[in-house]
């Protein structure tokens, strides 16, 4: 279990399913940028199932409350790369108080540091400010755009995908420069 100021933040178990459906499944606007979001039971319970296999699937808990606020996860395809893909979600009630921003500070540290990663990427929607908007914050830097390939669930519209990342020494040199 990994802790911060605010949060708890540990892996998933099958009991999970009720709170994250209660804490931001049931949120549609997250769904915009998510394929296969799940908003129902039976969705959510397969998602939880299949993350309370993975050991790099985090469940995101406000410490006071225990309220579930979200989750954060890292892909990593090919371990002899060092490199892992970072996704996340926080509820809908629960954005616009720095969680996000504590929790994926929590994941990177843990993973760049403690881990000794080598780099982390994200990729996100370039309608999703908010996201792109997070992860500069964190320091990560603007690697590329693909074309077209993400979809507007609601509008159908096709999307670019950015690119970014954040490496070990980047994330030394962050720490170092910290007012």
């Not at 769904?31 to 939880?48: C, D």
């Not at 060092?82 to 994926?104: D, K, M, P, T």
């Not at 693909?146 to 962050?174: F, Q, Y």
Request: aromatic fraction near 10%; charge should be neutral; charged fraction near 30%.
């Amino acid at each position: 279990m990994l802790e911060t100021n605010r949060l708890l933040i540990r892996n998933f178990v099958a009991e999970d399913t009720h709170s994250c459906l209660e804490g931001w499944g049931k949120d549609k606007k997250l769904g915009k940028y998510i394929l296969g979001y799940p908003t129902e039971e039976k969705q959510m319970e397969a998602f939880v199932d299949a993350w309370s296999k993975n050991k790099n699937a985090w469940l995101i808990l406000e410490k006071e409350s225990k309220n579930c606020i979200g989750y954060v996860t890292i892909d990593i395809p090919y371990i002899q790369l060092e490199i892992g893909e970072i996704g996340y979600v926080i509820g809908e009630r629960f954005q616009n108080r720095g969680y996000a921003f504590e929790a994926l500070q929590c994941i990177i540290q843990e993973y760049l540091v403690k881990r000794d990663m080598y780099m982390l990427e994200a990729k996100y929607n370039i309608s999703n400010m908010a996201s792109g908007n997070l992860l500069k914050k964190l320091g990560f830097q603007f690697d590329g755009e693909l074309r077209n390939r993400r979809i507007d669930i609601a509008s159908g519209e096709r999307k670019n995908l950015v690119i970014c990342s954040i490496t070990k020494e980047e994330l030394k040199l962050k720490m170092c420069n910290c007012d």
